[in-house]
């Protein structure tokens, strides 16, 4: 009885210290923030690679745009667009993830036009992203036409937010 409460004693220290460790480690980063330190400094510090570490600050702390907006029946791209597609790509040039390119259109039109409508899209989408360095192997394209809306009524405003590419 006396070698259980024994193992026990030694078991709960053992787990309290491992857990004071680990507090200690988050207090030190929380200290580096509030001081100011750059992320750069506390990545050299640890031992991880400097490059990575900014590439998680900089995504944390810009909220990057996933979905992206046509004109009516267009799959041009505006400069609001492009601007967003800019900043995505920044990031995509920094690591090796697949992504899915999903076009939608507004219920007007056919099935069949709206489908193709949704392609044209996104692989315009696909275009500007190669263009800046994206690989086509890492890029898929899918439409869903009108079959995906995200607003359901029949007015302008709704009609808007579904004539749309999600980057996923």
Known sequence: ???????????????LSACATTDQ???????????????????????????????????SAVQLENVFYFDYDQATLGSDVRASLD????????????????????????????????????????DYLAIQGISRARIEVVSYGEERPVALRSNSADYALNRRVELK
Not at 1 to 8: A, L, T, W
Not at 91 to 99: F, G, M
């Open 1 to 15: 009885m006396m070698i259980k409460k024994y193992i026990s004693l030694v078991f709960l220290m053992s787990l």
């Open 25 to 59: 480690q988050d207090a030190s980063a929380t200290d580096n923030a509030a001081t100011g330190s750059s992320s750069e400094t506390a990545a050299v510090s640890s031992g991880v690679d400097t490059a990575s570490a900014v590439e998680v600050a900089v995504e």
């Open 87 to 126: 900043a995505q790509a920044a990031v995509l040039r920094n690591n090796s993830t697949a992504i899915v390119l999903e076009g939608h259109a507004d219920e007007r039109g056919s099935r069949e036009y709206n489908l193709a409508l949704g392609e044209r899209r996104a692989k315009a989408v696909a």
